[in-house]
């Protein structure tokens, strides 16, 4: 265990963490190679920090590793990242099972290439037992494509009469929502400098405490990724209350 790790409070622990993984084609400019070496290298930054929320003890981590704006970049890089996606699912398989994290993924995943669709497919099932953490990627995905589903899912269930719009509430549409059944994310990190949201979870992060840092993702680990938890638990989270009502 790392000395940061130690300045945890395991009592105030969030249960979920989500991050925007950025920064990957930056850290690799500023060293004069090619977009996709960032990338290759920030694979490193995703085992550190998947392993070290497992070891803090946090219940689900979620990753956006691709979005649906993300097609927009030149075909190279694209085709790029979909075949690292392949190998490393392929290599890290078993470290997950070792260390009993399910994985699951979130996102239009019928659009992924067939290949990374399939080996996404056997990661989810073969680690589909563990308990420890659940590692959710957010591939092929955007906050308003999943809200627009969830729209046509709720018209779909009025227009057949199952519901009605009274019905509607909350929890309703948290549940047609991908990350049905996950709590919120009560921390949303974001490295790279970037101050923006980039179409993430923007339902879930309703509340969320942001943490941003200058740090390119090939750079955040393990010790980057305890000072966020540890920055977290400095907050006062009042979800519309006063400061004082908080302390009685
Ligand atoms: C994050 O790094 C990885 C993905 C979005 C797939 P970027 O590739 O966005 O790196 P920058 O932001 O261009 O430096
Ligand atoms: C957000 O990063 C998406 C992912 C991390 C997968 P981008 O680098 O694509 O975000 P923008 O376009 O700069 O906002
Ligand atoms: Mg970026």
């Known amino acids: 265990m790392s000395e940061l790790m130690k300045n945890i409070d395991e009592s105030r622990l969030p249960s979920h963490v989500a991050v925007i993984m950025d920064g990957n084609g930056r850290w690799a400019k500023n060293l004069g190679k090619p977009r996709v070496f960032g990338h290759k290298n920030g694979v490193q930054s995703v085992r550190e920090t998947t392993e070290a929320a497992a070891e803090i003890g946090i219940d689900y981590l979620t990753l956006y590793a691709f979005s649906t704006e993300n097609w927009r970049r030149p075909r190279l890089e694209v085709n790029a990242l979909m075949t690292l996606l392949v190998e490393t699912l392929r290599k890290e398989i078993k470290t997950l099972n070792k260390n009993d994290i399910k994985l699951?993924?979130?996102?239009?995943?019928s659009y992924l290439p067939k290949k990374t669709h399939d080996s996404l497919l056997q990661g989810i099932e073969n680690t589909s037992n563990n308990k420890r953490m659940t590692l959710t990627l957010a591939l092929n995905y955007s906050s308003r494509w999943e809200l627009t589903h969830a729209m046509k899912e709720i018209s779909e269930d009025i227009a057949s009469s199952r519901i009605s719009p009274a019905d509607i509430d909350e929890a309703m549409i948290n549940n047609k929502?991908?990350?049905?059944?996950?709590?919120?994310?009560?921390?949303?990190?974001?490295?790279?400098?970037?101050?923006?949201?980039?179409?993430?979870?923007?339902?879930?992060?309703?509340?969320?405490?942001?943490?941003?840092?200058?740090?390119?993702?090939?750079?955040?680990?393990?010790?980057?990724?305890?000072?966020?938890?540890?920055?977290?638990?400095?907050?006062?989270?009042?979800?519309?209350?006063?400061?004082?009502?908080?302390?009685?």
């Open 177 to 248: 929502l991908s990350t049905s059944g996950m709590p919120d994310p009560e921390l949303l990190i974001r490295t790279s400098g970037e101050l923006r949201i980039s179409n993430f979870l923007l339902w879930q992060i309703a509340y969320s405490e942001l943490y941003f840092t200058d740090k390119y993702w090939p750079e955040f680990t393990k010790d980057e990724f305890c000072k966020a938890i540890i920055d977290y638990q400095k907050r006062e989270r009042r979800f519309g209350k006063t400061s004082e009502q908080l302390k009685t």
């Open 104 to 109: 699951n993924a979130i996102g239009d995943l």
